[in-house]
């Protein structure tokens, strides 16, 4: 479909956003509608990783960096607004090292989401000034490295953290509504992001470094700048995710963690927001499938169930056939734009040999 | 005095598995452009493979009984035969995917192996001891005792540095890798197989691996499903700070690691010691800073345009 109007145009051109949101919304409100629990508990938790793959997507997607790192800045969030909002009683018995205003006071849940997804936003600032200077893959390895020594850092700096035990008494406040929400802000945020100059640019430079260079971009600049974007987003999402557990620990946010989000975002397509929200959608369902199906499930007679940490197994398998047979992912690395045709042509980018 | 080679040799023995583990990464980079996550894994199942496959919490020795002269050729052959096979599997499929594809498989390998480590064996750590007696002391000179493995540990890291220069520099096969890390396509035009040659890398890469995961489950005495993945961590940083696609660079990153560590964990103060690995952080952004290249260009490193 070719839209005819100037409105159609302008419809056409944010359609992406429209139908990705619509889509997202459809999803939610069925599985609220059935009222199980347990089932809208999986949803909000799908919910909050969509936040995060959505952030994974504005940093490596416009990029084309892989980072290992943000998971770190999500586990920098969800402390932060902890530190917000849990009752200052309890601030007092597990984590007494808090500053003096921290202890006494706390604040609302969305303020503190906010300001704990700056806080993260603040760390990848600066990690990022001294690690968007690597180029390509020692940039990967450096986030990996950042990403273990902020793990390491939380994990003995146990008058903030609780360290090694786990802070509880967080206040229980991200209902699925709320995660989807802070979805739709987040979509908005990366689609716009991608459309301004800054996320042009930094496409740019992920198709041909050199050639952005020579065109006058400022690559390093340009990756900081989404790494903090892309860090403010991921660190609202940890905030989110403690405000779903009630309770934090330093191995929460670890290499899973890290593995799940970020196949999420391979398998949907790692270069679109339609991958990211699709490649979450698909995978959360499968990992849901593969959890039920370890707890046990019946077959006429016989009940089967597959052996603990097979749903791990079973999406690295997944993952690696993405990466072999359809290395773009679900959506190719495409908007999803239908009924309309998309306004370019989608060619797969093919990698430069060297 | 005594005190400084006593420090000196914590740092080198350190340096050397940082070394070893870095050379098995940078050796797969120089080849294959191949960042292998999976390499702690290798490390992991190494030494995995010394107990009988259950989850019971104490383990049982099956490989780890052997005479030491057929146990370590046992886990040498474990280790290449599963690097083999995720070069069948997983490598070879992803040849013609960009870099970053790649990582992501290895990635994910070493995800899937860590993870049916855990299905098999169960997730807890696991006490085994082997060749205890290792680490008794032995006096160098008057007033400084090491441990013998210490000793051990730089002797064997050495030996197997001298080996892989002459297989590098004295054999065919070892020149075929050379020219296929400087110019993959290059040498390929030259006639230089690319599978045999990848194939080569991959197992010497796995030799490497084994021999990290017997010195370090000796040292360490402890089997945990993630006990690979922090030794591939510093592995990284080595080879990053000593420059990609440098093995000489990964060497040199590997000691400087070592040394760094050991320095800390010696001179902070003991409540500052639990921050170590930060300190250690902090160290290689500012070297990176510095020195983005890393210490040691090679020319593979940088990107050709």
Redesign the interface.
């Known amino acids: 479909m070719e839209p005819k109007s100037p409105l159609g145009h302008m419809v056409r051109d944010v359609w992406p956003l429209i139908i990705l949101s619509i889509g997202l919304l459809l999803v939610v409100a069925v599985i609220q509608s059935l009222g199980d629990r347990i089932v809208s508990q999986s949803l909000t938790e799908g919910l909050i990783r969509l936040v995060v793959v959505i952030g994974l997507y504005i940093f490596i997607g416009n990029s084309g960096l892989i980072s290992f790192g943000h998971i770190g800045f999500m586990m920098i969030g969800a402390y932060a607004t902890a530190w917000q909002t849990m009752d200052p009683m309890t601030k007092d018995i597990f984590i007494p090292g808090l500053p003096a205003y921290l202890l006494a006071n706390s604040h609302h849940w969305l303020i503190a989401t906010i300001i704990g997804g700056l806080i993260a936003a603040i760390a990848a600032f600066i990690s990022g000034l001294a690690m968007m200077r690597l180029s390509g893959i020692a940039a990967s390895i450096g986030t990996f490295a950042l990403f273990m020594s902020f793990y390491s850092l939380y994990l003995q700096w146990s008058t903030w953290t609780a360290g090694q035990s786990s802070l509880v008494g967080i206040p229980v406040t991200t209902t699925p509504w709320v995660a989807f929400w802070f979805c739709i802000v987040a979509m908005i945020g990366a689609f716009v992001y991608s459309r301004s100059k800054f996320g042009l640019a930094l496409r740019a430079s992920r198709e041909d470094e050199v050639a952005a260079k020579a065109a006058g971009v400022n690559v390093t600049g340009e990756r900081v700048i989404s790494f903090t974007i892309s860090a403010f987003f991921v660190g609202m999402a940890g905030g989110l995710y403690g405000h779903f557990l009630g309770l934090l620990t330093v191995d929460t946010f670890y290499l899973p963690m890290t593995f799940i989000t970020l196949s999420m975002l391979v398998v949907g397509g790692m270069q679109s927001l339609s991958g990211a929200v699709v490649g979450t959608i698909v995978l959360s369902f499968v990992i849901e499938l593969l959890r039920k199906a370890e707890k046990g499930f019946s077959l006429g007679e016989t009940s089967i169930s597959l052996p603990a940490s097979s749903a791990e197994v079973g999406l690295g398998v997944i993952l690696l056939l993405i990466l072999i047979f359809r290395p773009a992912g679900f959506t190719r690395n495409a908007e999803i734009y239908w009924p309309f045709k998309p306004k370019v042509a989608v060619t797969e980018v093919t990698h430069r040999q060297s | 005095m005594a005190f400084a080679l006593q420090v000196l040799m914590n740092a080198l023995s350190l340096g050397s598995l940082y070394a070893l583990a870095a050379l098995g990464i940078g050796l797969l980079f120089g080849v294959l ?1 191949l ?1 292998n996550f999976a390499h702690g894994d290798f490390i992991t199942v190494g030494a995995y493979a010394l107990i009988v496959p259950s989850a019971a919490t104490q383990a049982t020795l099956l490989i780890g009984d052997f005479h030491p002269l057929i146990l370590i050729p046992c886990i040498v052959v474990v280790v290449v035969i599963l690097a083999l096979i995720a070069e069948f ?2 490598f070879r ?2 040849r ?6 790649l ?3 290895s ?3 070493g ?2 192996i860590q ?2 480590l ?2 098999v064996y169960g ?1 807890r750590p696991k006490a085994v001891g082997i060749w205890s007696d290792l680490s008794l002391g032995v006096e160098l000179m008057p007033g400084v005792e090491v441990p013998k493995l210490q000793l051990i540990i730089i002797g064997v890291t050495l030996v197997l540095m001298v080996v892989l220069v002459l297989f590098l520099t004295k054999t065919k096969y070892g020149v075929h890798m050379r020219a296929a890390a400087e110019d993959f ?1 290059m040498a390929r035009m030259l006639g230089i197989e690319a599978n045999r040659v990848i194939m080569l890398a991959v197992a010497i890469s796995g030799m490497l691996a084994a021999a990290v995961s017997m010195l370090f489950v000796v040292q360490t005495g402890i089997l945990d499903f993630r006990m690979g ?2 030794l591939m ?1 510093f592995a ?2 080595a ?2 700070i000593g420059g ?1 696609g440098s093995l000489v660079g990964a060497v040199v990153g590997g000691f400087a690691v070592g040394a760094v560590s050991i320095l800390l964990q010696t001179f902070l103060p003991s409540e500052m010691r ?2 170590r ?2 300190f ?3 160290i ?2 500012f070297i ?2 510095v020195r ?1 290249q ?1 210490l040691v260009m090679s020319r593979a490193s940088r ?3």
Do not use: H, Q, W, Y
């Open positions: 452009k960042i599997l997983v499929p992803l013609n995917a960009s870099p970053a594809t990582m992501i498989g990635f994910a390998l995800f899937v993870n049916i855990i299905m997730g396509r993945v922090s961590l990284f940083i080879t990053v990609m639990v921050f690995d930060v250690v952080f902090a290689v952004i990176l800073l983005p890393g990107e050709r345009v």
